[in-house]
């Protein structure tokens, strides 16, 4: 089974912190990972994407990977309330085979 | 630029009837998708188009066909729609797998 686990959250953090959002996944054949925005009624939205293990800033986003332990994350610092979402993780595992992460529904207080 | 453009938004269907959601991208992909979003259950493929004239089966087609008209469009439809079915499905689109997929605004179906 070519699972991809998130903590479903919600994770709630004030203005301004770091937010920190975790998904593991269990192909390690897997190659390439990414990071989607879903706001609430809406469709997901590409923010991230990392092939390589180590870190890939983006502004105010960081997605880091590791795949000997098949883990990737997202950091999202000074966060404002506009980034209150879900964020899907979802990993590449074949060729038009992209699975999705259950999402973790972040909540960003002012 | 459109992007993704999916119809109908919202789609009341009773058990047993037929209907058809259509897609189109104008972003000149290759590949096109169709997925279905449960709560808890994240999004899960039910089928893609690789080219135009190809088609292939996702994780989940049971129920479901497609048809991909032209590069532009790619449909999915249900021939006899069931309960199980009641979902928030989304089409989406990709220059390729590493490229990460443009999606529409979706449509939400339910049976009754």
């Known amino acids: 089974q070519k699972e991809v686990e998130q903590n479903s959250g919600p994770l709630s953090v004030p203005e301004g912190a770091i937010a920190s959002l975790n998904c593991t996944y269990s192909d390690r054949g897997s190659q390439s990972f990414f990071w989607y925005r879903q706001y609430s009624g809406k469709s997901p939205e590409l923010i991230m994407f990392?092939?390589?293990?180590g870190d890939k800033e983006d502004g105010r986003f960081t997605a880091q990977l590791n795949k000997a332990s098949q883990y990737v994350s997202l950091l999202i610092r000074d966060s404002q309330p506009s980034d209150s979402a879900t964020y899907l993780c979802?990993?590449?595992?074949?060729?038009?085979?992209?699975?999705f992460g259950a999402g973790t529904r972040l909540t960003v207080k002012p | 630029n459109a992007g993704v453009t999916q119809t109908p938004k919202f789609q009341v269907l009773k058990t047993g009837q037929s209907m058809t959601l259509q897609c189109a991208q104008d972003m000149n992909h290759n590949s096109m998708y169709w997925y279905r979003q449960d709560p808890g259950m994240g999004l899960r493929l039910i089928y893609y188009s690789a080219s135009e004239g190809t088609t292939d089966k996702g994780e989940v087609p049971n129920g479901y066909n497609v048809s991909r008209l032209n590069k532009r469009e790619f449909s999915l439809r249900l021939e006899s729609a069931a309960p199980s079915q009641t979902s928030v499905y989304f089409c989406a689109g990709s220059m390729g797998s590493d490229y990460g997929y443009t999606f529409g605004s979706g449509t939400r179906l339910t049976v009754v």
């Open positions: 979802a990993v590449n595992v074949d060729l038009n085979d992209m699975r």
């Open positions: 990392i092939y390589s293990n």
